[in-house]
């Protein structure tokens, strides 16, 4: 399959629109205007409901058809983009890819043109090989679309928008706002949606902090302040977004002892105390408890993790919502 796909981020921003510039996929964040993403935003804070009430529906993703394609493991963004599909009136077929004709061997491309053939034209991708959700995207048919559920270390474009929707609920002037971003970034497609949304849409200061051998290379995360001292990072700041170790992305070179690392990166009650007393901490999920972050920390009373997984699905509403308004704008046009 890696010949399959070339590895060409660059192309991203400019394949996921349509000859008038609107979003006709959604691959990445780079190069969505301020609007758009505080557009996408505001509808999937329409989409957001109070603990307790019913969730939100409507009727917008009616005679389509959505289908989950997830070649890696996920539990947060599979059910909510299945849940998101379902509240908004489309059919939904999830692709179990243990017992799919990938295991046979079928390409990714045959399997997208079998179900595309089914009229499926909502196709949602996780995939661990850098490039494949734009490739994919050179080759669907007109009225389908990519949304992209997260793409080897690149791209989570739905995840930045849900921890960008999480952070305004909180504090909503951007100006004035320091963000640290800590722990295993080289290998964060959550670190990169982030920075992309939060950097578009003003964000004061981001920081990352990150062991040597688990900090990006000179010249990506151009924009934010780097820390290799977890204390000195964590000074002041406003939001605290601890990311997961990701030993399925690592070579033996980077794997590190978990104790050692909690010791010297994981974000403790003790560390958060040298945070504003207001500060926010997020992580992404999947957690490693008392690895990246304290168990009592996770579930303390700064914590908003829980509300991520909720805006997580207000927001694939809102993204699916836009997406389907963008194909029928085009219908209408031809
Ligand atoms: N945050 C996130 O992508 O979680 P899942 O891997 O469970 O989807």
């Not at 804070?45 to 409507?58: I, K, M, N, T």
């Not at 061997?105 to 494949?132: C, F, K, N």
């Not at 105390?273 to 957690?287: C, F, L, T, W, Y």
């Not at 829980?306 to 207000?314: D, Y």
């Given at each position: 399959m890696s010949n399959e796909a070339q590895t060409n981020s660059d192309t991203s921003a400019t394949v996921q629109r349509?000859?008038?510039?609107?979003?006709?996929?959604?691959?990445?964040?780079e190069g969505l205007s301020r609007e758009e993403l505080t557009a996408l935003l505001d509808l999937a804070q329409?989409?957001?409901?109070?603990?307790?009430?019913?969730?939100?529906?409507?009727?917008?993703?009616?005679?389509?058809?959505?289908?989950n394609l997830f070649f890696e493991p996920s539990t947060r963004t599979r059910v909510s983009f299945e849940l998101a599909a379902h509240r908004l009136g489309a059919d939904v077929v999830n692709l179990d890819m243990q017992t799919s004709s990938r295991v046979k061997g079928e390409t990714v491309l045959d399997t997208i043109y079998t179900?595309?053939?089914m009229h499926a034209d909502i196709l949602i991708m996780r995939d661990a090989e850098p490039g494949l959700p734009a490739y994919v995207a050179g080759f669907v048919a007109p009225n389908v679309c990519i949304l992209n559920a997260g793409e080897a270390h690149l791209s989570h474009p739905t995840q930045g928008l849900l921890d960008a929707l999480t952070i305004r609920q909180h504090k909503p002037d951007f100006s004035q706002l320091k963000v640290l971003i800590a722990g295993d970034i080289t290998h964060s497609r959550v670190a990169r949606s982030d920075l992309q949304a939060l950097t578009t849409l003003g964000a004061g200061e981001i920081r990352i902090a990150a062991p040597d051998d688990l900090m990006p290379r000179p010249g990506e995360f151009a924009n934010a302040r780097r820390f290799s001292n977890i204390d000195e990072a964590i000074a002041g700041v406003d939001v605290v977004m601890a990311l997961r170790i990701q030993r399925e992305r690592m070579s033996s070179a980077h794997i590190v002892d978990?104790?050692?690392?909690?010791?010297?990166?994981?974000?403790?009650a003790e560390r958060l105390r040298k945070a504003n007393p207001d500060?926010?901490?997020?992580?992404?999920g999947p957690m490693n408890r008392d690895v990246e972050i304290a168990s009592d920390v996770a579930d303390g009373p700064q914590s908003v993790i829980q509300q991520q997984v909720t805006n997580g699905v207000a927001v694939r509403m809102a993204v699916l919502a836009t997406i389907a308004r963008n194909v029928q704008a085009r219908r209408q046009l031809t």
């Amino acid at each position: 399959m890696s010949n399959e796909a070339q590895t060409n981020s660059d192309t991203s921003a400019t394949v996921q629109r349509d000859s008038a510039g609107r979003l006709r996929h959604l691959i990445t964040l780079e190069g969505l205007s301020r609007e758009e993403l505080t557009a996408l935003l505001d509808l999937a804070q329409f989409y957001v409901r109070s603990p307790g009430e019913l969730p939100a529906r409507d009727q917008t993703l009616t005679g389509h058809t959505v289908a989950n394609l997830f070649f890696e493991p996920s539990t947060r963004t599979r059910v909510s983009f299945e849940l998101a599909a379902h509240r908004l009136g489309a059919d939904v077929v999830n692709l179990d890819m243990q017992t799919s004709s990938r295991v046979k061997g079928e390409t990714v491309l045959d399997t997208i043109y079998t179900l595309q053939a089914m009229h499926a034209d909502i196709l949602i991708m996780r995939d661990a090989e850098p490039g494949l959700p734009a490739y994919v995207a050179g080759f669907v048919a007109p009225n389908v679309c990519i949304l992209n559920a997260g793409e080897a270390h690149l791209s989570h474009p739905t995840q930045g928008l849900l921890d960008a929707l999480t952070i305004r609920q909180h504090k909503p002037d951007f100006s004035q706002l320091k963000v640290l971003i800590a722990g295993d970034i080289t290998h964060s497609r959550v670190a990169r949606s982030d920075l992309q949304a939060l950097t578009t849409l003003g964000a004061g200061e981001i920081r990352i902090a990150a062991p040597d051998d688990l900090m990006p290379r000179p010249g990506e995360f151009a924009n934010a302040r780097r820390f290799s001292n977890i204390d000195e990072a964590i000074a002041g700041v406003d939001v605290v977004m601890a990311l997961r170790i990701q030993r399925e992305r690592m070579s033996s070179a980077h794997i590190v002892d978990e104790a050692s690392y909690h010791r010297a990166f994981g974000i403790t009650a003790e560390r958060l105390r040298k945070a504003n007393p207001d500060a926010i901490v997020m992580h992404p999920g999947p957690m490693n408890r008392d690895v990246e972050i304290a168990s009592d920390v996770a579930d303390g009373p700064q914590s908003v993790i829980q509300q991520q997984v909720t805006n997580g699905v207000a927001v694939r509403m809102a993204v699916l919502a836009t997406i389907a308004r963008n194909v029928q704008a085009r219908r209408q046009l031809t």
